[in-house]
Nanobody, 111 residues
Framework: QVQLVESGGGLVQPGGSLRLSCAASGSIFSINAMGWYRQAPGKQRELVTTITSGGRFTISRDNAENTVYLQMNNLKPEDTAVYYC???????????????WGQGTQVTVSS
């Protein structure tokens, strides 16, 4: 089994910054991809990228630690959402890749 554990969410004022972390653990052979999605109330879950954030967000990965980070700067109220970590994982050599999700971490941007 594979677990993705997110941390770093919370309440921040507009213009502030937060850094989210997601660590993958368990019976992992390799991780093909790791990334972030978010879901605001009443909206569909969407992929978070540097481009879609207008350059305000940066995603980085520590392959040795099976960890992905989301650095969010100049946060806006519209960034308020639950942020989910996602990973595409191989459990064995030559096996298929499986999609895993973290439990989500709340980010609230408000004054």
């Amino acid at each position: 089994q594979v677990q993705l554990v997110e941390s770093g969410g919370g309440l921040v004022q507009p213009g502030g910054s937060l850094r989210l972390s997601c660590a993958a653990s368990g019976s992992i052979f390799s991780i093909n991809a790791m990334g972030w999605y978010r879901q605001a109330p009443g909206k569909q879950r969407e992929l978070v990228t540097t481009i879609t954030s207008g350059g305000r967000f940066t995603i980085s990965r520590d392959n040795a630690e099976n960890t992905v980070y989301l650095q969010m700067n100049n946060l806006k109220p519209e960034d308020t959402a639950v942020y989910y970590c996602n990973a595409l994982v191989k459990l064995r050599v030559g096996g298929p890749s499986y999609n895993y999700w973290g439990q989500g971490t709340q980010v609230t941007v408000s004054s």
